[in-house]
């Protein structure tokens, strides 16, 4: 479990890292939601970001919900949760943006575009396709069949997440359902990669590598 602990608060500080420092979103309000959601893991999280130099970046943090269940439906009542204290208690009002730790390659110019995108256009309430210009979301597939970034505008219905197929090879495609069900234009972003198994980590050394020896070349 030591191993499983240090590759999640690796993936976690990878991630905040490179929100933290990527120019285009220095403006964007940033949430940490942290589990479990109580002083101990606030307290963790702040350790986290003083050892990465983030403590002045103005991240947020805001604890989840108690249960700390991520598996199945528990997860769409977490999503919910989140997209609820996002529309409370952030000062933005042009988009909300999803993400996980447990696929740090972050689309860093995915996530910009579609937070400029989110933050032109809001939810067709008459979920007509009169002005299909008007893209508002943004979801990147994981290769497992789930997401890995989601992008809304900051006005979305928590039905979004109800009738999604968690922890499912179709998790991806029946958000995406849930969106258009909503009313809500969706883009597809470019695929990303979660670690949840051993051989996903295999897989991602290796793609650093491939990576790295372009780099070099």
């Known amino acids: 479990w030591q191993g499983a602990a240090a590759l999640s608060k690796a993936m976690l500080s990878d991630v905040l890292t490179s929100l933290s420092h990527y120019d285009p979103i220095q403006n964007v309000e940033k949430i940490l939601f942290y589990a479990p959601g109580n002083d101990d893991g606030r307290q963790q999280m702040m350790e986290i970001l003083g050892e990465l130099g983030l403590m002045d ?36 009002s042009s988009s909300v943006l999803f993400l996980g730790t447990d696929a740090p390659e972050l689309p860093l110019d995915e996530i910009a575009m579609a937070l400029t995108r989110g933050g032109q256009g809001g939810v067709n309430k008459n979920n007509n396709d009169d002005d299909d ?27 979004i997440f109800q009738n999604v197929r968690w922890s499912d ?23 990303m990669h979660d670690i949840d198994e051993p051989k996903d980590v295999q897989n991602l050394v290796q793609r650093l590598l491939q990576q790295q020896q372009q780099q070099q070349q």
């Open 57 to 92: 970046v103005g991240w947020k943090l805001i604890p989840m919900l108690l249960s700390g269940d991520m598996r199945s439906s528990h997860l769409g009542a977490q999503l919910t949760h989140a997209l609820h204290q996002a529309q409370t208690k952030s000062s933005s």
């Open 133 to 159: 210009g008007n893209f508002v979301a943004t979801l990147c597939p994981a290769d497992d069949g789930g997401y890995g970034m989601l992008c809304i505008p900051s006005n979305a219905s928590d039905t």
């Open 169 to 191: 090879p179709l998790t991806a495609v029946s958000q995406l359902k849930a969106l258009t069900d909503a009313g809500i234009h969706v883009v597809l972003g470019r695929l």
